[in-house]
Antibody
Framework: EVQLVQSGAEVKKPGESLKISCQASGYKFTDYWIAWVRQMPGEGLEWVGIIHPIDSDARYSPSFQGQVTISADESISTTYLQWSSLKASDTAMYYC????????????WGQGTLVTVSS | SYELTQVPSVAVSPGQTASITCSGNKLENKYASWYQQKPGQSPLLVIYLNKKRPSGIPERFSGSNSGNTVTLTISGTQPMDEAVYYCQAWDRDIAVFGGGTKVTVL
C-alpha cells in the first residue's frame, strides 16, 4: 500500500526557519516525482513545486520560486519542504503528493502538515 | 499564467446528476484530473486523463471533455459526495488547479 506520511503540525514565529517532511512507503521511492501543494485557510489548492528523488531535480511554481526549497533524501525515502524565513502569509496546510508522470496526475496524497506562523 | 476556471458552487438533490465544469485555454490539448476534498481531509483523485477512474472510485463518477472544457459528472449523487471538487492540468511543466467547486447535496 502506497503511503505518504507527513510530519506534524508546526507553530512558528515570523522570521524563523522550518523544514517539514513527507516519508514515502509501499513503492520504489526513486521511480516517482513528489510534489508539494499549499492550501491556505478556506482557500483552494496551489502547486508549490516538485522533485525527482533520484537526482533531486526540483522545479518550482513561479509564485514560490525563491521562497521555499524542496529536497529529498533517497536513503530514507523522504521529501522535504523548507523555509529560511517564514512569513505570516505562509500559514497554510501543506500536502505532499505522488505524481504519476504517464498519467499526468497526483494519485496519492499525504495527510497534510499545518504550518502556523504567528507572532 | 495559465488558469482553470470552475463555478464556485453547484447544488444537487440526492439521486440526481451533478455536472461540474472546468475551462481553460487550449485545454483540449492537455489532460485533466479531478480531485475530491471533504472538510478536514486530503484531496482524493477521482478522475485522471480526462475520463479514467482510479480503482476504488465508484462508477457514478465520470469525466468527459469537449473543446476547452472538461466535465466531471456525478450520476445518482449521494449525500457522501458533498465536497469541493478541483480540476487540475499541466501547463509548461507547471501544475495548475482550478479554484474548486463546492457540491452541495440538498
Amino acid at each position: 500500500e502506497v503511503q505518504l506520511v507527513q510530519s506534524g503540525a508546526e507553530v512558528k514565529k515570523p522570521g524563523e526557519s522550518l523544514k517539514i517532511s513527507c516519508q514515502a512507503s509501499g513503492y520504489k521511492f526513486t521511480d516517482y516525482w513528489i510534489a508539494w501543494v499549499r492550501q491556505m485557510p478556506g482557500e483552494g489548492l496551489e502547486w508549490v513545486g516538485i522533485i525527482h528523488p533520484i537526482d533531486s531535480d526540483a522545479r518550482y511554481s513561479p509564485s514560490f520560486q525563491g521562497q521555499v526549497t524542496i529536497s529529498a533524501d533517497e536513503s530514507i525515502s523522504t521529501t522535504y519542504l523548507q523555509w529560511s524565513s517564514l512569513k505570516a502569509s505562509d500559514t497554510a496546510m501543506y500536502y505532499c503528493t505522488r505524481h504519476l508522470y504517464d498519467s499526468s496526475t497526483f494519485d496519492n496524497w499525504g495527510q497534510g502538515t499545518l504550518v502556523t506562523v504567528s507572532s | 499564467s495559465y488558469e482553470l476556471t470552475q463555478v464556485p458552487s453547484v447544488a444537487v438533490s440526492p439521486g440526481q446528476t451533478a455536472s461540474i465544469t472546468c475551462s481553460g485555454n487550449k485545454l483540449e490539448n492537455k489532460y485533466a484530473s479531478w480531485y475530491q476534498q471533504k472538510p478536514g481531509q486530503s484531496p482524493l483523485l477521482v478522475i485522471y486523463l480526462n475520463k479514467k477512474r482510479p480503482s476504488g472510485i465508484p462508477e457514478r463518477f465520470s469525466g468527459s471533455n469537449s473543446g476547452n472544457t472538461v466535465t466531471l459528472t456525478i450520476s445518482g449523487t449521494q449525500p457522501m459526495d458533498e465536497a469541493v471538487y478541483y480540476c487540475q492540468a499541466w501547463d509548461r511543466d507547471i501544475a495548475v488547479f482550478g479554484g474548486g467547486t463546492k457540491v452541495t447535496v440538498l
